[in-house]
T-cell receptor, first 115, second 110 residues
Framework: GAVVSQHPSWVICKSGTSVKIECRSL??????MFWYRQFPKQSLMLMATSNEGSKATYEQGVEKDKFLINHASLTLSTLTVTSAHPEDSSFYICSASPQGPYGYTFGSGTRLTVV | KQEVTQIPAALSVPEGENLVLNCSFTDSAIYNLQWFRQDPGKGLTSLLLIQSSQREQTSGRLNASLDKSSGRSTLYIAASQPGDSATYLC?????????FGQGTELSVKP
C-alpha cells in the first residue's frame, strides 16, 4: 500500500515552454503532497507543500509564478514549470503520506531537461 | 532551525562487511525519522521508519536505531551485498515536513 505514482519519468522541452508533472496517490487519499527538487549529487530540497482545495505553500526562494502547483483532488497534485529555462533542468520528486503515524512515500521522480 | 547531517558522505566496502551509517539532527522535537534508499536517477524507497517513541526498527539485514536525546540515528547493514550500492538518506519529520540529510553514497564491491 501507500503508492505514489509520478508522470512523466523524463521530459525534454524547449526553452520558453511549459511542462506539467503529475503526482498521484494510488491507494490512499492525500490532502497534502510535497514537491522536491534535487540537483546532481545533492539532497532533496523542498519546494512547496501542495494542499488539496487551497493554495500551495512555497518555501523561501521558490518562485510561485514559475512553479505552479494545483491540488484539485485528494489523489492528484500537479507541478507546472512555466516558461522553462535551462537552469530549471533538474530532478523533481513528489511525496505524500497516508493519514496516521506513517512515513512518507515518494514518486519515482521526473528528470526535466530544458534545451 | 532543524539541521540533519549524515556521516560519512561516501563509503566503499568489500562485499560481506557489516557497516554503519550515521545521521544526526539538531532539534530533538521530531515526529519520526525515516531512512530511504535512492538509486541513481530514481525516486526514494523507504527502508525503515522509527516513531519518536521508538528506539529501533528492523527489516531483514537492516536495523535502524534512534536516540532522540542525543539527536542521533544509525542504520546498520549486515552482510553487505553489491546490490546494496546506492545513496542512503535519513530524514526527520517535523512540523509536517521532512528535513533531509545530504546522504551517504555507498558502494559495495564484489
Amino acid at each position: 500500500g501507500a503508492v505514489v505514482s509520478q508522470h512523466p519519468s523524463w521530459v525534454i522541452c524547449k526553452s520558453g515552454t511549459s511542462v506539467k508533472i503529475e503526482c498521484r496517490s494510488l491507494d490512499f487519499q492525500a490532502t497534502t503532497m510535497f514537491w522536491y527538487r534535487q540537483f546532481p549529487k545533492q539532497s532533496l530540497m523542498l519546494m512547496a507543500t501542495s494542499n488539496e482545495g487551497s493554495k500551495a505553500t512555497y518555501e523561501q526562494g521558490v518562485e510561485k509564478d514559475k512553479f505552479l502547483i494545483n491540488h484539485a483532488s485528494l489523489t492528484l497534485s500537479t507541478l507546472t514549470v512555466t516558461s522553462a529555462h535551462p537552469e530549471d533542468s533538474s530532478f523533481y520528486i513528489c511525496s505524500a503520506s497516508p493519514q496516521g503515524p506513517y512515513g512518507y512515500t515518494f514518486g519515482s521522480g521526473t528528470r526535466l531537461t530544458v534545451v | 532551525k532543524q539541521e540533519v547531517t549524515q556521516i560519512p558522505a561516501a563509503l566503499s566496502v568489500p562485499e560481506g562487511e557489516n557497516l554503519v551509517l550515521n545521521c544526526s539532527f539538531t532539534d530533538s522535537a521530531i515526529y519520526n525519522l525515516q531512512w530511504f534508499r535512492q538509486d541513481p536517477g530514481k525516486g526514494l524507497t523507504s527502508l525503515l521508519l522509527i516513531q519518536s517513541s521508538q528506539r529501533e526498527q528492523t527489516s531483514g539485514r537492516l536495523n535502524a536505531s534512534l536516540d532522540k536525546s542525543s539527536g542521533r540515528s544509525t542504520l546498520y547493514i549486515a552482510a553487505s551485498q553489491p546490490g546494496d550500492s546506492a545513496t542512503y538518506l535519513c530524514a526527520v519529520s517535523q512540523g509536517g515536513k521532512l528535513i533531509f540529510g545530504q546522504g551517504t553514497e555507498l558502494s559495495v564491491k564484489p
